[in-house]
T-cell receptor, first 114, second 111 residues
Framework: DTAVSQTPKYLVTQMGNDKSIKCEQNLGHDTMYWYKQDSKKFLKIMFSYNNKELIINETVPNRFSPKSPDKAHLNLHINSLELGDSAVYFC?????????????FGSGTQLSVL | GEDVEQSLFLSVREGDSSVINCTYTDSSSTYLYWYKQEPGAGLQLLTYIFSNMDMKQDQRLTVLLNKKDKHLSLRIADTQTGDSAIYFCAVVSYNTDKLIFGTGTRLQVFP
């Protein structure tokens, strides 16, 4: 059983398209996150949700819109994709809200914008 | 902003010890973390140390924390080829109260 699963694993699309990445966790955690990892492997948080409520919203273009239908799911929708959006996107979850919580990561979605 | 720096690469021979270093500018972390990322996979929590400790040993892993120098290290004893991965330290920023990941160290183990 995969604890944090995200789909698709690979996403190749053209500039200007709209795409979504889905994430589900079966750990019963209250908090979920989206991270972006660039080509240099640098990781940066994008969003954090606690029990379906937005907690952290970093300086991310508003083309990125997270949606949490329930606390086990946090999806990421991206409008008008740009070349610079190419990266690996990781979903993560933690039991409690708070920065001293241990994170459990999904295996990532490699997004390539052509 | 908070800086969490690591050297980019480390290459060791199988059976030797590996030491991966991490320096941070400021931290309010209760815990300081080490994550491991294998190729094509997400990050996996490897170990962590409570900020009041200066050393933690967990089988082949030893974490050292020097709060005065703001330095965290991960020592892997008897390094194996399966240890080849990218290792990230992570601390909570004093300024933003957010978890900040280091730049990652790619460990390569050769026979």
């Amino acid at each position: 059983d995969t604890a944090v699963s995200q789909t698709p694993k690979y996403l190749v699309t053209q500039m200007g398209n709209d795409k979504s990445i889905k994430c589900e966790q079966n750990l019963g955690h209250d908090t979920m996150y989206w991270y972006k990892q660039d080509s240099k492997k640098f990781l940066k948080i994008m969003f954090s949700y606690n029990n379906k409520e937005l907690i952290i919203n970093e300086t991310v273009p508003n083309r990125f819109s997270p949606k949490s239908p329930d606390k086990a799911h946090l999806n990421l929708h991206i409008n008008s994709l740009e070349l610079g959006d190419s990266a690996v996107y990781f979903c993560a979850s933690s039991q409690l809200q708070g920065t001293n919580e241990k994170l459990f990561f999904g295996s990532g979605t490699q997004l390539s914008v052509l | 902003g908070e800086d969490v720096e690591q050297s980019l690469f480390l290459s060791v021979r199988e059976g030797d010890s590996s030491v991966i270093n991490c320096t941070y500018t400021d931290s309010s972390s209760t815990y300081l973390y080490w994550y491991k990322q294998e190729p094509g996979a997400g990050l996996q929590l490897l170990t962590y140390i409570f900020s009041n400790m200066d050393m933690k040993q967990d089988q082949r892993l030893t974490v050292l924390l020097n709060k005065k120098d703001k330095h965290l290290s991960l020592r892997i004893a008897d390094t194996q080829t399966g240890d080849s991965a990218i290792y990230f330290c992570a601390v909570v920023s004093y300024n933003t109260d957010k978890l900040i990941f280091g730049t990652g160290t790619r460990l390569q183990v050769f026979p």
